[in-house]
């Protein structure tokens, strides 16, 4: 079989070096220097296992970039997996999709096949039928279901875990507009897990546009929701959210996952598509104010953050606040909606001197945060001399950190945990020790 893939970034890629491993793949960007580097074997983002599947799938010859369709015109299966980012009033911008839509319309236009396009792009309910299949059926001067098959299939990998993701999903969601789709596509995904193939719900293309809208917005609502509670645990002495968290965890209704307090949800999903989900919940005459609060809690909690630190230091003017972590989350070097950006933002407006440290997104940091900041090769020279030490992200190396090291290295060490990171047990004994979520002896409420 051949895949085509449109749509070299996070998802796009990670797809296309998975698909590689079975079938020839064909990965279209328009980003001429991306596919150039990529043929050359350099991968863009930090994602564990990328690198070595990549090297693997050009190795095999099973796997070309290109800047143009024409590779992918004898695919047998076409994957979209281009970016929908947010325009400028929260709603999707489809501007990508309706871009991919032409080009692959004009592949199947030129006849060498007709293949099974599966759009994995997150969108709103209704884009599959209402854009994506019209799209395809002007350009290609064909129709859906005979000229070539469509499928809504929506894509749960995380950053971070993608491959894995990939290669091992929870779940295959299919929403096929027409008959002939559902069958091939069963057919491929089987084709490609084999024993090992995931459970398949298939639904209409609108239930599968909202089952991944759905899940985002209810995980992005979990971490708002135990960031709530957060807060009120910090009103009780020697309250701890971590333990507020596994006990509600210990119902099986609710499950122990994404109950995780900390600065806040970031990255380049959860707020896009929380913003674009209450978006398309209003135009069709719904009230979204749950996701509206649940993003006006995470915009709200990195400067929350900031007051924990404030109160504990009584006040950050003039001192030399160290940041550990500035990606989303840990094992990626990606920064985009990152809270510890708005939290060095507050940081800086409240008069601290910032500087910063993460393992592998100071590239990207310093492209967003310019000379605002000090920038340090590791997290023992961030620390060192520094005031308060507040940790953003859950990077392995900054849990190594031991409270000797914060007290030997800081010049009047207070440690503020935002990712809850540390066991306070240990570190509040030793040093001045604050954390998103716990309650401090002699706190009231
Ligand atoms: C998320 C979803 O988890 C994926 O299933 C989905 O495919 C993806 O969005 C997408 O739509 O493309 P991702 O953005 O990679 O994946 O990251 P998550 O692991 O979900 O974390 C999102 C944010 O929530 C991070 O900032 C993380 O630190 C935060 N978080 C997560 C918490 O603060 N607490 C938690 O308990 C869990």
Not at 212 to 233: Q, R
Request: with cysteine; charged share 25%.
């Amino acid at each position: 079989m051949k895949v085509g893939v449109v749509g070299v970034g996070y998802v796009g890629l990670s797809t296309a070096v998975c698909m590689a491993t079975k079938h020839r793949t064909v990965a279209v960007d328009l980003n001429e220097a991306r596919v150039a580097s990529l043929n050359a074997g350099k991968v863009p983002i930090h994602e564990k296992g990328l690198q070595s599947l990549l090297d693997k799938g050009l190795a095999a010859k099973r796997i070309l970039f290109s800047p143009s369709t024409e590779g992918i015109e004898d695919a047998d299966v076409v994957f979209i997996a281009v970016g929908t980012p947010s325009s400028s009033d929260g709603s999707i911008d489809l501007s990508q999709v309706r871009g991919a839509c032409a080009a692959i319309g004009g592949v199947i236009k030129r006849g060498k096949a007709d293949p099974l396009v599966l759009m994995k792009s997150t969108a709103v309910p209704g884009t599959a039928r209402g854009v994506v299949k019209p799209l395809l059926e002007q350009t290609s001067g064909r129709q859906c279901g005979t000229g070539f098959g469509l499928c809504s299939n929506p894509e749960f990998l995380r950053e971070g875990t993608a491959i894995k993701d990939t290669l091992d999903p929870d779940r295959i969601v299919l929403g096929p507009l027409d008959g002939l789709s559902l069958r091939l596509a069963g057919k491929f995904f089987k084709g490609f897990y084999g024993k090992r193939s995931p459970p398949f719900l298939v639904t209409t293309p609108e239930g599968a546009e909202l089952v991944k809208y759905g899940s985002n917005a209810l995980l992005a609502t979990k971490v708002s929701f135990i960031n709530l509670i957060a807060g009120l645990c910090e009103r009780f002495p020697r309250t701890d959210v971590d333990d507020v968290a596994r006990g509600m965890g210990m119902d099986h209704r609710i499950g122990p996952h994404f109950l995780q307090a900390g600065p806040g949800f970031g990255g380049s999903c959860f707020p896009k598509d929380v913003r674009a989900f209450a978006r398309s919940i209003r135009d069709a005459g719904l009230d979204p104010s749950v996701l509206e609060r649940v993003l006006a809690l995470n915009e709200a909690q990195p400067h929350h953050v900031v007051q924990v630190a404030e109160k504990a230091s009584n006040s950050l003017r003039g001192k030399e606040v160290a940041v550990l972590g500035l990606a989303f989350k840990a094992d990626t070097d990606d920064i985009r909606e990152s809270r510890s950006i708005p939290l060095i933002q507050r940081l800086l407006e409240v008069g601290g001197n910032v500087r910063v440290y993460d393992p592998v997104a100071m590239p990207a940091a310093k492209a967003a945060l310019a000379s605002r900041v000090v920038y340090c090769s590791s997290a023992r020279e961030c620390i060192k001399g520094a005031d308060v030490a507040i940790v953003m992200t859950a990077w392995r190396q900054f849990k190594s950190l031991k409270p000797g090291d914060y007290l030997e290295l800081m010049r009047s060490p207070v440690l503020v945990d935002a990712r809850r990171i540390y066991d306070p047990r240990t570190y509040a004994k030793k040093l001045k020790y604050v954390a998103v979520g716990l309650g401090m002896e002699g706190t009231s409420a």
